[in-house]
Each structure stands twice: as C-alpha cells, then as structure tokens.
C-alpha cells in the first residue's frame, strides 16, 4: 500500500505544486514513511524536499520552503502507507466472519493496527502488538488509543479471542499505564460469557489502571441470520443487569442500545462524560435530542412540506421525540419510518448496517417531499450503500428525494432545511 494520494486540498502548497489524483508520495528528505504517523512528523519543517511519483510513472523531486506547522495539504487514500497489520484472533463474536459474500470487500478486511487505532479511533486487542511497536508508541508517546478488552480473565479471553496471546491483556495494559499512553476500553457483552460476575471482574481490575484508562464502552453482541455458532444476544433481563453493574463504577457507560432493551430512557448528557466513544452508540441518541433542542424552531411555514425521517431501529426512539416537537410546527409533517433490516436479520438495529433493498422496502410507497436518512448509511467520501448499490439507484428506484445528513449525530441540517421555508 503506497502513499497514494486520493486529493489535496484547495489553495493549499500541494495544489500549488500540481500534485493531483493519482500521485505517489515516495519519501520526504530521503525517509520513506510507513504511515500518516511518519507524513505528520516529517512535515513539521522549514525546508523539505519531497520525492513525487507522477501518475504517469514519472518521478519529480521538489524542494520547497514552507512555515514550520503548515500542512501540505495532502490527502490520502489510506491512512497506512504499508501493510496494515491483520487482525490474528477468531473472536467468537467477529461481525466480519458472520458476513454473506458479495458485499463491498473493505468489509472483510478484518485489521488490528495501533497506528489506524491512534489516528482513526478502531479499537485493537493488543494480541499481534510487537516489542517494536510499543517502542514507536513509547518513544512518539501516541495516543489515546481504543482497545477491545472484553474480559479481563485470561482463559476467558483466550476463549472468546480464540487466540493463546489474548490471555495477556492486563499485561499489555499494565505497559500502557506504566509508559503514560491514555487509552479507551470497549467490552462486546456476550451473555453467558463476559456478562454478570465476569464483567464485575473486568470491571475491577480496569479500575486498576488508573488515570490510563479514559472510558469504557460497554456494548450489545450483533448477532446477524448468517452467524454459525450459537451466541446469545442480550435481552431485557441482561440489559437491566448490565446497566446496574456499570453504574457502580466511574467512566464506564453503556451504549444506547442497552437502555432501549431494558425499556429505559436514554440518560442525560452528564452520564456520557465527554462522549468519547461515540462512534461505539455511546451516547450517540442523547447528542441526537440535545443538538435539536438547540435550535430555535419557527412556529409555521409558509408551504406543505411532509418530511420522512428513514432511521434505524436503535434510533426510533430519538427520533419519535423529534418528530412530535417537529409536528408543532405549522404547515409541516413529520413521520417516522425504522427501516427493518431483513437482510441481516431482527437482531441488527443500526443505521450503518442498512443495506439499499431494506431502504427501498421501507419508503417505496410513503409519500415525503424528502426521505431523510443519516450518512452513516453511505460508505464515507461516496454514495455507496453496504451492499455497493449507489443512493442514486435507491432514488431511481423509489422515484424520491432522499437527503442525506452529513453529520450522523446532528440535526442541524434538517432544521435548516425547514427554514428554507419560512
């Protein structure tokens, strides 16, 4: 995986310089860089001279004068210059390996890279993390890092990783703590596995590892119709359960979904911290609800206008609290519509699993001047739903306008929407 440059940025030295599309950073000052770590380090000079392969193979070296801190302006297709280190574990419970085939292949691409960790927050294990790579970690001193604990009991982990090295994880965490690297803690609860008395434990020995540890996410095991083995998904019974435990401890939370399985309201920003594990569900329906309170609403517009909001199931909830205040407002009608999700089965509830056919299903007969649906059902930077088929085929299909939120966790650009009405 080269340097591969997917853009630059607008009026920045890269477009000035006439690097485009196509090219490939080869080094800076004779380094050949491994990854964004390296192209962020290097940078940071007056005077630097970059080796450019053209996209016609030619190979131009250009020595230019910039501000110390000024970026580039560089964009790249992958964040990982080399090859991304692999994901070694069989997890009991892996999403990837409980995938139909024919869907986008980065999908089945499963990593266990510190460097996409550190700079795009995906959780690692620390199973394949080398006496290297935790000399790199010390000496750069990165972080905070996100790591996929699950339990704390080396058998168990060893178990439920299916992996011999899995069973080292408060060794690995140990050295995190030791060397001052900040990290967050993710736990997938498996009911009959890492769940009640296991969690106490994983739990406590967390709690251990003092001002180290950040966060820790606790969410729902996905089970999909594809999935071999038989796992348990977790109930209303378990849901009740998990919340009691986590509240007995500082910085642990549960994700959204756990209050909607024990029939909860979800809690109050205050419980989320600083929201650090959003992108996990943590929180992300109390950020939906309290960034549209923020807005000011009118009170009418001046055309008919009928909004429907195509959300997951996990977010019906949210939205239905929007909806109502939305449905005050003269003139205009708002309806909800959870997009079921048959192709993976009952069990997946979220937006970012919907595939193009269960969005079709869901609005081919509603009648809305615009279907709202959240970008995080588009794979980023295109229009391409999970199963590759393209938002202007579901458009073609159902012969409606469907406006897609930019920000997932955001209303704002709906509301804006409606004030283009006013």
Same mark, same amino acid.
């Given at each position: 995986m080269p340097a591969l440059i997917s853009g630059v940025v607008e009026g920045s030295i890269a477009e000035e310089l006439d690097i485009q599309e196509g090219d490939i950073l080869l080094s800076i000052d004779g380094e050949k860089l491994q990854d964004l770590i390296d192209y962020k380090f290097f940078e940071k000079t007056e005077l630097m001279t970059i080796e450019i392969q053209k996209k016609d193979g030619g190979i131009e070296e250009i020595e230019l004068e910039k501000d110390y801190d000024e970026d580039l302006g560089i964009i790249f297709e992958s964040a990982v210059f080399d090859r991304v280190k692999p994901c070694l574990n069989n997890c009991i419970f892996c999403f990837v390996a409980q995938q139909p085939k024919g869907l986008r292949e980065t999908l089945y691409i499963k990593d266990d890279d510190y460097r996409l960790s550190y700079l795009q927050g995906t959780y690692i294990t620390t199973t394949n993390l080398t006496d290297d790579d935790k000399d790199r970690i010390s000496r750069l001193h990165l972080g905070p890092f996100y790591i996929s604990v699950h339990t704390t009991n080396p058998d168990l982990r060893v178990k439920m990783l299916r992996n011999p090295n899995a069973g080292r994880i408060m060794e690995n965490l140990r050295w995190f703590k030791e060397n001052d690297i900040p990290f967050h803690a993710? +736990?997938?609860?498996?009911?009959?596995?890492?769940?009640?008395?296991?969690?106490?434990?994983?739990?406590?020995?967390?709690?251990?590892?003092?001002?180290?540890?950040?966060?820790?996410? +606790?969410?729902?095991?996905?089970?999909?119709?594809?999935?071999?083995?038989?796992?348990?998904?977790?109930?209303?019974?378990?849901?009740?359960?998990? +919340?009691? +435990?986590?509240?007995?401890?500082?910085?642990?939370?549960?994700?959204?979904?756990?209050?909607?399985?024990a029939e909860k309201e979800i809690p109050p920003a205050a419980y989320y911290g600083s929201f650090s594990q959003l992108d996990d569900g943590v929180g992300s329906l109390r950020t939906l609800m309290d960034d549209f309170d923020s807005f000011k609403l009118p009170e009418k517009i001046n055309k008919n206008l009928t909004l429907c909001f195509a959300c997951s199931e996990a977010a019906k909830s949210a939205f239905s609290y929007i909806s109502a205040k939305l449905n005050k407002i003269e003139n205009l009608n708002v309806i909800i519509k959870p997009v079921k999700s048959t192709y993976w089965g009952k069990n997946i509830t979220v937006a970012g699993l919907i595939t193009s056919e269960d969005l079709i299903n869901t609005i081919k007969d509603i009648e809305a001047d615009y279907i709202i649906v959240p970008a995080i059902m588009l794979k980023p930077f295109s229009n391409l739903f999970l199963d590759g088929k393209s938002l202007d085929f579901v458009m073609k299909k159902t012969n409606k306008n469907i406006y897609v939120c930019k920000d997932n966790y955001s209303i704002c650009e709906v509301v804006e929407l409606i004030n283009g009405y006013v």
């Amino acid at each position: 995986m080269p340097a591969l440059i997917s853009g630059v940025v607008e009026g920045s030295i890269a477009e000035e310089l006439d690097i485009q599309e196509g090219d490939i950073l080869l080094s800076i000052d004779g380094e050949k860089l491994q990854d964004l770590i390296d192209y962020k380090f290097f940078e940071k000079t007056e005077l630097m001279t970059i080796e450019i392969q053209k996209k016609d193979g030619g190979i131009e070296e250009i020595e230019l004068e910039k501000d110390y801190d000024e970026d580039l302006g560089i964009i790249f297709e992958s964040a990982v210059f080399d090859r991304v280190k692999p994901c070694l574990n069989n997890c009991i419970f892996c999403f990837v390996a409980q995938q139909p085939k024919g869907l986008r292949e980065t999908l089945y691409i499963k990593d266990d890279d510190y460097r996409l960790s550190y700079l795009q927050g995906t959780y690692i294990t620390t199973t394949n993390l080398t006496d290297d790579d935790k000399d790199r970690i010390s000496r750069l001193h990165l972080g905070p890092f996100y790591i996929s604990v699950h339990t704390t009991n080396p058998d168990l982990r060893v178990k439920m990783l299916r992996n011999p090295n899995a069973g080292r994880i408060m060794e690995n965490l140990r050295w995190f703590k030791e060397n001052d690297i900040p990290f967050h803690a993710q +736990i997938v609860l498996c009911p009959g596995y890492n769940d009640g008395d296991e969690l106490r434990r994983t739990l406590e020995d967390l709690k251990t590892l003092d001002s180290a540890l950040l966060s820790v996410a +606790i969410v729902p095991v996905g089970v999909t119709q594809f999935r071999k083995n038989e796992l348990k998904t977790v109930d209303k019974k378990v849901a009740e359960e998990t +919340i009691e +435990i986590a509240s007995g401890y500082d910085k642990v939370c549960c994700s959204d979904e756990f209050f909607l399985l024990a029939e909860k309201e979800i809690p109050p920003a205050a419980y989320y911290g600083s929201f650090s594990q959003l992108d996990d569900g943590v929180g992300s329906l109390r950020t939906l609800m309290d960034d549209f309170d923020s807005f000011k609403l009118p009170e009418k517009i001046n055309k008919n206008l009928t909004l429907c909001f195509a959300c997951s199931e996990a977010a019906k909830s949210a939205f239905s609290y929007i909806s109502a205040k939305l449905n005050k407002i003269e003139n205009l009608n708002v309806i909800i519509k959870p997009v079921k999700s048959t192709y993976w089965g009952k069990n997946i509830t979220v937006a970012g699993l919907i595939t193009s056919e269960d969005l079709i299903n869901t609005i081919k007969d509603i009648e809305a001047d615009y279907i709202i649906v959240p970008a995080i059902m588009l794979k980023p930077f295109s229009n391409l739903f999970l199963d590759g088929k393209s938002l202007d085929f579901v458009m073609k299909k159902t012969n409606k306008n469907i406006y897609v939120c930019k920000d997932n966790y955001s209303i704002c650009e709906v509301v804006e929407l409606i004030n283009g009405y006013v």
